[in-house]
T-cell receptor, first 107, second 113 residues
Framework: KNQVEQSPQSLIILEGKNCTLQCNYTVSPFSNLRWYKQDTGRGPVSLTIMTFSENTKSNGRYTATLDADTKQSSLHITASQLSDSASYIC??????FGAGTTVTVRA | DSGVTQTPKHLITATGQRVTLRCSPRSGDLSVYWYQQSLDQGLQFLIQYYNGEERAKGNILERFSAQQFPDLHSELNLSSLELGDSALYFC????????????FGPGTRLTVL
């Protein structure tokens, strides 16, 4: 069964600081991996889709990286803002979702 | 606003009952997905339809069923409800399955008493 694991489970950062979230996957063969942002009680919103040929992809202050050899992806948040407080979820294209990382940004 | 609509927003019902959740995908999207999200669990994929046909099945209970109609809207039917079925149910849509961005609806919060 395909698995997606995310770490850390949660983190707290000060406004303006950077943070990095991790996502490990097992699916093979690989097609794409997706990152979502989910505000409490709302539907997830797509941040980026990483395909096999892409090492890095940015969406504003969000930058995702992919290492297909180690089957790891990272989501880097730059210059965090209070509105970045949310759960960040990754999933492989086979619809296996990680448990998410809850990010809390404090002023 | 993702363009995906779900009704109702909230649903409170009793154990043993049956409910129907409705989803309208974004205009032009052919694929519809259903997910369950409980408080202590992440997103669990239930079932996917593409242009009216069932495409993939996840952890969907036998008490649950779904269908996608010719106008591409979808319904998720939950029967013989149990307390553990209380959760947020999300619908998502995309143009094509697997490779496209999924757009999620606002969800239906189901409470089973």
């Amino acid at each position: 069964k395909n698995q997606v694991e995310q770490s850390p489970q949660s983190l707290i950062i000060l406004e303006g600081k950077n943070c990095t979230l991790q996502c490990n996957y097992t699916v093979s063969p690989f097609s794409n991996l997706r990152w979502y942002k989910q505000d409490t009680g709302r539907g997830p919103v797509s941040l980026t889709i990483m395909t096999f040929s892409e090492n890095t992809k940015s969406n504003g202050r969000y930058t995702a990286t992919l290492d297909a050899d180690t089957k790891q992806s990272s989501l880097h948040i730059t210059a965090s803002q209070l509105s970045d407080s949310a759960s960040y979820i990754c999933d492989d294209y086979k619809l296996s979702f990680g448990a998410g990382t809850t990010v809390t940004v404090r002023a | 606003d993702s363009g995906v609509t779900q009704t109702p927003k909230h649903l409170i019902t009793a154990t043993g009952q049956r409910v129907t959740l409705r989803c309208s995908p974004r205009s032009g999207d052919l694929s519809v997905y259903w997910y369950q999200q409980s408080l202590d669990q992440g997103l669990q994929f239930l079932i996917q339809y593409y242009n009216g046909e069932e495409r993939a099945k996840g952890n969907i209970l036998e008490r649950f069923s779904a269908q996608q109609f010719p106008d591409l809207h979808s319904e998720l039917n939950l029967s013989s409800l149990e307390l553990g079925d209380s959760a947020l149910y999300f619908c998502a849509s995309s143009v094509y399955p697997h490779t496209d961005t999924q757009y999620f609806g606002p969800g239906t919060r189901l409470t089973v008493l």
